[in-house]
């Protein structure tokens, strides 16, 4: 019996599958180009509008809608909430069977809905005028009862669906998803977020752990492998042996950290009379070293780029810990 991998190895392009897949992304890519054809003309000054309107609100970004516009409307608002725009989805059917109460005239709300026509909403907008609550409407009409009723009207290109009937939502949802994101991060540049606030909204996962810093993870006090310039190589071996980092920090008078002794380093300078030597005459001047506050992701690339597993890390010139690439392989960052 084929497997699935045999299968699909066989898989010529002018399989029907696959002619039919590329259909549907060059019809979805249509719908692409079409808006960012529009955000060059008709809807710029409109998403721009809608951006400070967020970025000004003192409440929060209410998203809602229903059917496939709603599933879009969830994910929305979870990269806003997520890239520093308090946000959260409120369905349009369940707004108007309590859920209102989760919107407040501080907040600013984001209506989506393709035909801007859909008898749920109508509660919502309704609500939205009696307290003044800002509205932004994405929709495909601008005459529609959500498109003129809104504070702001996102309108969105008309477009064919990749559905063969023009009927499954497809391109369309599609566009929604895209513009969405397109505020979403329009915010996030305007707000200056950056990877450190980033780092605080996503503590889980690999994204989380790539988002530690050096600190978390570094090994500091009586871990750190150091010894003094005018060591004996073998006193030098037994601190680096002992603490098990493939390394030792080599440190002046002043504790300030000038060299480092490595595996690297002990194949090298193999000779009969190495354990009598002076680590002046081994170690490597002026190693790599890091700070504490630098993300993991970052440590990671450095060990990587350099062809190392282990940097010290420094506080000025003073060693203050040492992380190896085992611990990020074990806090998940690689």
Known sequence: MATSKSRAAKTHPSDPAVQSALRTLETEGSGIDALAAALQGPIGAPFAAAAELIRSAKGRLIITGLGKSGHIGRKIAATFASTGTPAFFVHAA??????????????????????????????????????????????????????????????LPKAREACPHNLAPTTSSLMQLALGDALAIALLEGRGFTSTDFSVLHPGGKLGAMLKYVRDLMHAGDALPL????????????????????????????????????????????????????????????????????????????????????????????????VHLHDLLRAGVA
């Not at 707004?95 to 989506?112: F, K, Q, R």
């Open 94 to 155: 369940e707004a108007s069977h309590g859920d209102l109460g989760m919107i407040t005239a501080d907040d600013v709300i984001l209506a989506i809905s393709w035909s801007g026509e859909q008898p749920e909403m109508k509660n919502l907008i309704t609500y939205a005028k009696r307290f003044r609550i800002a509205l932004v409407a994405m929709t495909a009409d601008g005459a529609s009862t959500l498109g003129t009723a809104a504070d702001v009207a996102l309108v």
């Open 227 to 322: 010894a003094a310039l005018g060591t004996q190589m073998s006193d030098a071996l037994v601190e680096m042996t002992s603490k098990g980092f493939g390394c030792v920090g080599i440190t002046d008078a002043h504790g300030h950290l000038v060299g480092i002794v490595t595996d690297g380093d002990l194949r090298r300078h193999m000779r009969p009379d190495l354990m009598t030597a002076r680590v002046d005459d081994v170690m490597t001047e002026n190693p790599k070293t890091i700070p504490a506050n630098l993300l993991a992701s970052e440590a990671l690339e450095i060990l990587n780029a350099s062809k190392i597993t282990a940097l010290i890390v420094t506080d000025g010139r003073t060693p203050t810990g040492i």
